[in-house]
């Protein structure tokens, strides 16, 4: 069974930082891109960061460049998503997908170009000003 998990939402003052898990489970993890992805109730689902897991190639959105890091612990199986100088503009659900079976030569990003198949159940990250 395919798990994706993710972790580390809260709450955080303009300026800050938090740090997102995600662990995956059930495929071969090598062989995937895993991205991140943030909603609100008023706009729709937005790419934030992704890597793929082969060989830890990573895209950013504009928005997050310069201050999100998307990076992976191999041996755990986990990505990680870390956001730094964070604004209330961040404030949203963070999910993580995963797309499965690609190889290296594969498009991976934070684009709904990418079949992502599996998605974990969301955390949340709250930034006041």
């Known amino acids: 069974q395919v798990q994706v998990a993710e972790s580390g939402g809260g709450s955080v003052q303009a300026g800050g930082s938090l740090s997102l898990s995600c662990v995956l489970s059930?495929?071969?993890?090598?062989?995937?891109?895993v991205a991140w992805f943030r909603q609100t109730p008023q706009q729709e689902r937005e790419g934030v960061a992704a890597i793929y897991t082969g060989s830890g190639r990573s895209y950013y959105a504009d928005t997050a460049e310069g201050r999100f890091t998307i990076a992976q612990d191999v041996d755990k199986n986990t990505v990680f998503l870390q956001m730094n100088n964070l604004k209330p503009e961040d404030t949203a659900m963070y999910y993580c997908?995963?797309?499965?079976?690609?190889?290296?030569?594969?498009?991976?990003?934070?684009?709904?170009?990418?079949?992502?198949?599996?998605w974990g159940q969301g955390t949340q990250v709250t930034v006041s000003s």
């Open positions: 059930g495929f071969t993890y090598s062989s995937a891109c």
């Open positions: 997908a995963a797309a499965i079976g690609l190889g290296p030569y594969d498009y991976c990003s934070g684009s709904p170009r990418v079949d992502f198949g599996y």
